[in-house]
């Protein structure tokens, strides 16, 4: 995203971190002075879930799920579905919305899903009637009613759910979202969000009586419509506007969600059976639901098929479960480790940690990611701004994080916004909840080449941080005339003498050895003029060698330069356009993986440098 505004994590979405500060904890100490956290809880304007589903509404781009669909993928995932709802609005600040989504036409995962979130959230949560927002966007109402399919039968009501069916199939999946309090539970069963008053015994105002008979499946098929205004969802289907299909509902939280203090009965018969090996269990319900007949390889349930797993932890995600994790392990380990202690041994493998310090346990917290630290080696950000002419009024201190605590190896330094750091901070005083993978803008990477080590400053600027810097750098930057400019981007290295501007050689020559920044200098102005850079300014980084300058740009964004400069050059005769085009680039296939976490991994390919 090349922002310094984002910060991306890796969790299952509902045990998302909650990472607040006690408000009598809200204090900590720096340098012995108290200091209040400008931020004590991570919580967001806007969540979006885009959940797992069983992806139907993908049928046109993915043909192979004619195949495997089936009903039980759907009645698996709605479980998973309401804790990931329900987490999103946990985590969410009051007055904001909650988009709540999938690529699935199937009520269980939708509809369901919805009312059973504003169920359980009382009047906390509404359901936002959005039709006039997109106006062209072409949908449908969301469904009151729907039957729920298990087993080749439809079920009309969760009483005519056999007990031996009613750890996979539970109350939210019906419209009333009712549990019709079976002999079993007689005593213990709640509905969903519901007292124990709302449920009654079982014989409700509907008429509904208890049936776990199977056979009562063929005579009963009351129907049950629900009362919340589901019509407010939207359903786009494909052959409406030549999309694929998706479900869509925009929620807004209107005050705190309500404590839930009961796991319903239906819940917890879930939680009991998930015990049993789930993909094994999936891939059984799998064969028996295929509609094709055909048989499904267990290697065919794939990670969004196994979530019923997840049905171990927090099911309600209300503020008061919120508070409840104070006492959560890593809050232990925040308060009760010493500052320094042994090697610690890992619980799950028996190995050590590694390191003997307690920021290296922190390491070792997120087993496989690297940690954010805050860069705080003022030797060589001095050592930056000296060399690219950074004034002070520039905010390094506090922004700059690296994924490496060992500043003086530190390969990547990236700048992070006001936000990220106020969360970056809560994280550090919360024990790092957050597992984060990749964060803020890279903004500066170490030379690694043989000839950087000639250079007064190790460091170069990141394409990716440029844009910010660029009004910013007062040394190493120079202006080029669209052709020199355009020679630069086509072969990458060129020695001062044989640029077309003779004065640009010159002033390129006298520049420090070291990365420097070339800026494409508008038609109107002189080679005499400073620099001037504003949002429409094109520049690339530089390594300015003994004897030329080389691009430190890819060879893909070198020709994508060209291609916009051919537009943006554009004098009549197609003469830039047809060198772009001869123009032949050594194409390299896109990083796919970014490199963010991994120190020491290059993640460009540079032109020669030097
Ligand atoms: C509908 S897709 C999201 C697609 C995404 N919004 C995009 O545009 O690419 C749902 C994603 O959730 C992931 N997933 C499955 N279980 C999850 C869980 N418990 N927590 C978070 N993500 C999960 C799946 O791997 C899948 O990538």
Request: hydrophobic share 35%; aromatic share 6%; with cysteine.
């Amino acid at each position: 995203m090349c922002t310094a505004n984002l910060i991306v994590t890796n969790h299952e979405a509902q045990h998302f971190p909650s990472c607040h500060l006690n408000k009598n904890k809200a204090d900590a100490f720096e340098n012995g002075v108290a200091m209040e956290p400008s931020v004590s809880q991570l919580l967001f304007d806007r969540v979006l879930c885009d959940v797992p589903c069983s992806g139907d509404g993908t049928l046109r781009k993915a043909p192979d799920i004619w195949r495997k669909w089936n009903v039980g993928m759907g009645n698996g995932l709605h479980g998973l579905q309401v804790q990931i709802g329900m987490r999103g609005l946990s985590l969410l600040k009051v007055g904001g919305r909650m988009v709540y989504s999938t690529c699935s036409m199937n009520p269980v995962e939708n509809e369901a899903v919805v009312a059973e979130i504003l169920r359980r959230c009382g009047g906390s949560v509404e359901l936002l009637d959005v039709s006039s927002e997109l106006p062209q966007l072409v949908r449908r109402p969301g469904l009151k009613k729907w039957k729920v399919r298990d087993k080749g039968s439809w079920l009309a009501s969760y009483k005519d759910v056999s007990k031996f069916r009613t750890a996979g199939i539970i109350p939210s999946m019906f419209p009333s979202g009712k549990n019709y309090v079976d002999n079993a539970d007689k005593n213990h069963g709640t509905v969903l969000g519901q007292t124990q008053d709302d449920v009654g015994d079982g014989n409700s105002a509907n008429g509904f009586e208890p049936k776990n008979d199977p056979e009562a499946l063929t005579y009963d098929l009351d129907e049950e419509v629900s009362t919340f205004p589901l019509e407010r969802c939207m359903r786009i289907v494909p052959h409406d506007q030549n999309t694929g299909a998706f479900f869509i509902a925009v929620l807004a939280k209107l005050s705190p969600l309500p404590a839930i203090q009961k796991k319903p009965a239906s819940l917890r018969r879930q939680l009991n059976s998930s015990n049993d090996s789930i993909p094994e269990k999936l891939a059984n319900e799998m064969q028996e639901e295929d509609i094709n007949g055909s048989e499904i390889n267990s290697a065919d349930v794939t990670e969004e098929q196994v979530p019923e797993a997840a049905f171990d932890a927090d099911l309600m995600g209300s503020e008061l479960e919120e508070a409840a994790l104070d006492t959560d392990p890593s809050k232990i380990y925040e308060e009760n480790e010493p500052e320094e202690t042994e090697d610690p041994v890992d619980k799950e493998t028996g190995s050590k940690a590694g390191g003997g310090k307690r920021k290296l346990q922190i390491q070792g917290k997120w087993r496989g990611v690297d940690p954010v630290v805050f860069f705080t080696n003022n030797a060589i950000v001095d050592s930056i701004k000296i060399f690219y002419g950074i004034d002070e009024s520039f905010a390094f201190s506090g922004h700059l994080v690296t994924r490496n605590s060992d500043t003086d190896h530190v390969k990547r330094i990236y700048y992070v916004s006001k936000s990220v750091k106020d969360v970056l901070e809560l994280n550090f005083k919360r024990g790092q909840q957050l597992k984060i993978t990749s964060i803020g803008l890279k903004m500066f990477e170490r030379q690694s080449a043989k000839e950087c080590s000639l250079s007064p400053c190790a460091f170069r600027i990141s394409s990716e941080g440029l844009p910010l810097l660029l009004p910013r750098i007062t040394k190493q930057i120079l202006e080029a005339s669209p052709v020199d400019f355009k020679h630069l981007l086509q072969y990458k290295t060129i020695k001062f003498a044989d640029f077309v501007d003779a004065e640009f050689g010159e002033k390129a020559s006298k520049l420090m050895l070291g990365c420097c920044v070339v800026v494409l200098r508008k038609d109107d102005r002189s080679s005499l003029d400073l620099p001037q850079v504003d949002a429409s300014t094109i520049a690339i980084g530089c390594w300015r060698g003994r004897t030329n300058i080389s691009v430190m740009v890819t060879a893909i964004d070198c020709r994508e330069m060209l291609e916009r400069l051919s537009v943006r050059m554009e004098n009549g005769n197609g003469h830039v356009l047809l060198e772009t085009e001869s123009f032949i680039v050594e194409r390299e296939e896109p990083n796919t993986n970014d490199g963010e976490t991994k120190e020491g991994a290059e993640t460009m390919e540079l032109a020669t440098v030097g």
